[in-house]
């Protein structure tokens, strides 16, 4: 199943509230997880990315946690700004296909 | 740096008429994607090149689209005739490495079929 879940659809946070976006996959051979930003008109971004081998990476205010066993990851964004106001993809790559597989986003918008 | 460039930004076309886009991948990335974007959903694979062979094509409606990638460096995507369901923005990614490993975008083409 090269199929990766996400969700929610949409979500609105409070300036300094946490956004918390789910993801899930089928596929146990899926061996690197990144996450991309996207703003209105122009090209997805490498926000951050993580490997199964490890249950928790953090970069700044954005925090991948992944479990293995559930085949579910996730991205936290701590202290969330107006800035943050983006599109967000969770994505999964096959290693034999070298191929990436990407979610449907997250349209996130941070109020003041 | 320079980042992956796109051309055209924009383009609007009739249904059954024909339109190419080009990219220019980040100079030395060996590996090429097009991706298509239709709004409210995220990029699904078209092709991808691995300097200038094709890695994936097999979701590339081949009836219509095209690709090419000469001399490994620029690539050129077509789609001959275009139906309405092909408006969406067409993105060109690039990569150092395989394994899909930091996919480098352009801004897209945002294709509109009228």
């Known amino acids: 199943q090269q199929q990766v879940k996400q969700s929610p659809q949409s979500l609105i946070v409070q300036k300094g509230g946490i956004s918390i976006i789910n993801c899930a996959y089928e596929n146990t051979a899926f061996d690197y997880f990144p996450w991309y930003q996207q703003f209105p008109g122009k090209g997805p971004a490498l926000l951050i990315a993580i490997r199964p081998d490890v249950s928790e990476k953090k970069e700044g205010r954005f925090t991948i946690s992944f479990n293995k066993s559930a085949k579910q990851f996730s991205l936290h964004i701590m202290d969330s700004q107006p800035g943050d106001s983006a599109t967000y993809f969770c994505?999964?790559?096959?290693?034999?296909?070298?191929?990436?597989?990407f979610g449907p986003g997250t349209s996130l918008s941070v109020i003041p | 740096e320079a980042g992956v460039a796109q051309s055209p930004r924009y383009k609007i076309i009739e249904k059954r008429q024909s339109v190419a886009f080009w990219c220019n991948p980040i100079?030395?990335?060996?590996?090429l994607y097009w991706y298509q974007q239709i709004l409210g959903q995220g990029p699904k694979l078209l092709i991808q090149f691995q300097n200038n062979g094709v890695v994936d094509d097999s979701q590339l409606p081949k009836d219509r689209f095209s690709a090419e990638r000469l001399k490994g460096v620029d690539s050129t995507l077509k789609i001959q005739p275009a139906k309405l369901e092909d408006s969406a923005v067409y993105l060109c990614?690039?990569?150092?490495?395989?394994?899909?490993?930091?996919?480098?975008f352009g801004s897209g083409t945002q294709l509109s079929v009228l």
């Open positions: 994505a999964a790559n096959h290693p034999s296909y070298d191929k990436v597989i």
């Open positions: 100079s030395g990335h060996a590996t």
């Open positions: 990614a690039s990569s150092s490495r395989q394994g899909g490993e930091k996919l480098f």
